[in-house]
């Protein structure tokens, strides 16, 4: 059994977006062989996916895209269904209506399941909890907790790599820059909820988030320049 892990190979859960683009980058420099994946859960803007697909084409990353479209019909939200819109401030007592019950428990889940049948320990994802807009499965004590459960269902020693939990959008950026990938991030990632490519809309919470940590990366990184 030991034989067939591979240590040279890591598996991204991969959305398109800033966060997981970077992260893609990240495990690029780190790993041999990346493989990353994406979730169809039926969201508004096929153009996630359609990014997605690009970025992994032209860097040369091994791309697949799996169905989860019962996501969509279990726990309805402001990503999926068109009758809902998406909410311009996040709410001060409740999760906002673009947080998808269960989503990071299943992605990582099902991207935990596909890397054992290649012999592959190493899952990455982007979740952060230091800009986590309320998500609860964007906190580490929730990833530990998975990675025990993961662990113990398949029998098998995981390691969710999370580059980016203990960093703001801000230094999200610098690590893009570091990495040498900051203008593929800037320009050919989708990260805003009104799927507008690059700086997006510049309304809704994800765009907000984004440049302001850009204009915060500009201030605190590259003012000498
Ligand atoms: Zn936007």
Same mark, same amino acid.
């Given at each position: 059994m030991q034989d067939l892990i591979n240590k040279e190979k890591a598996v991204v859960v991969f959305s398109g977006g800033q966060d997981s683009t970077t992260c893609l980058f990240w495990a690029k420099k780190r790993y041999e062989e990346v493989v990353a994946v994406s979730f @169809?859960? *039926?969201?508004?803007?096929k153009l996630e996916l359609d990014c997605a697909k690009d970025i992994c084409k032209k860097y040369g990353v091994e791309h697949h895209i799996l169905d989860m479209g019962l996501l969509n019909q279990l726990a309805p939200n402001s990503l999926t269904r068109v009758d809902i819109d998406v909410d311009k401030e996040v709410p001060k007592d409740a999760l906002p209506n673009t947080f998808v019950d269960g989503r990071n428990l299943l992605f990582l889940t099902f991207a935990a399941v596909f890397a054992k049948q290649r012999g592959i320990t190493n899952v990455v994802t982007g979740v952060s909890q230091s800009d986590f807009? *309320?998500?609860? @499965?964007?906190?580490d004590v929730f990833v530990k907790s998975l990675n025990v459960t993961l662990n113990l269902s398949m029998d098998y020693q995981f390691v969710i790599e999370t580059p980016?939990?203990? &960093? @703001?959008k801000a230094e999200t950026w610098k690590l893009a820059d570091d990495l040498g990938v900051l203008d593929i991030v800037k320009n050919e990632t989708l990260t805003c909820y009104n799927g &507008?490519?690059?700086?997006?809309? *510049?309304?809704?919470p994800a765009c907000k988030l984004r440049k302001n940590g850009y204009l915060k990366y500009k201030k605190e990184f590259k003012s000498g320049e």
């Open positions: @169809d859960y *039926g969201q508004k803007h807009s *309320g998500y609860p @499965d964007c906190r980016l939990m203990w &960093i @703001d &507008i490519k690059g700086n997006g809309c *510049g309304e809704c």
